[in-house]
């Protein structure tokens, strides 16, 4: 295989570790396409289904990736590289993407990049921006609550993380507490418009240090719904953009204080954010405080780049094809795929 160093580099990136199918192809680094498939299927269920995932993406993978070459107007023989999410994600939908980008790399005759999907949350903040390093990153997902420190784009290290359930899974019982449709964070942004935040107020977690804890949220969350309830079944229907408002309130400030202590026991004041509820609107706002509170420069990613999409696999993959971190075909998905710890 021959790697090309001075000329332009296009890469064909395939996302596939939950419920969306993703395709994205690169010139550098710049997004040429990038198309996103969204399962519909799991609307009713309330949350992701592991086996209707895979069957859908087995369906999706191939129209999706013939649509980005079209799109594109790049020709398979000047596709540099295939690249994958490796993992964290579930174990069948992974193996769907990869499978497809081993083929691919295999009959085309092109290098093979495996990507960390957490990783690759992280860099969706280097498309269209040249961040200054190093700087610390929010990532908010359904799968992940977690903060890292980017020391540059190939050290990216864990300083902390949720001990149970993520902010977006939050959303997502929370959202489906309420009777409101999958995913639960849209539709509560969607239904808190004309709330008031302080409506219903929540205790905060008591986790020491950059740690996240959201059961207890949850938890809370649920009791006060049974417990009003009991004298008012109209509870819900009457009191819901209020109690959106309210969840929705209290996840931000729990993320963005423990931001905020990032900041001050790192000292390091570029921040940026990533992830599905990066997407939120609120959130977004909170945020610019942050930034302005402490005069620096918050990255925050367009929202075709938050919610999972393959051009973060992309990007991701063009730094790696720069320094030749190549990847056999023999590789295995990793559902559990772990960023490194910090090191104090
Ligand atoms: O990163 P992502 O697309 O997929 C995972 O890797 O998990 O994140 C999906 C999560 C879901 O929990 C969804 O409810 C949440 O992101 N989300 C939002 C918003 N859009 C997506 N949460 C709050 N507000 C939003 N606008
Ligand atoms: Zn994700």
Redesign the pocket.
Known sequence: MSIKVNKDIIILAIES??D?TSVAISKNKEILVNIVANQKVHKEYGGVVPELASREHQKNIVPTISLAIKMSKISKDQIDAIAFTRGP?LMGSLLVGASFAKSLSISLKKPLIEIN?MEA?VLANCIDEDPVFPFICLT?????TQIVRVENVNQIEVIGETIDD?A??T??KC?KMLGLNY????E??KNSKHGNHLAFSFTHPKVDGLNFSFSGLKTNFMRLIQNKSINNPSFIQHRLSDLCASI?YTIIQILTNKLDLAIRKYNVKNIAIS???A???E?RKAIISLEKKYNTKALIPKKEY???NAAMIAISSYYKYRTSQFTKTSINVDPRYKLKQYDQ
Do not use: L
């Open positions: 570790s939950c969306d994600g999907h949350h908010v997902s359904g799968g992940h993520s977006g899974e959303f997502d959202a995913p639960g964070g849209p509560i942004e929705q992830g599905g509820v997407a939120n609107q959130f938050s919610t999972d």
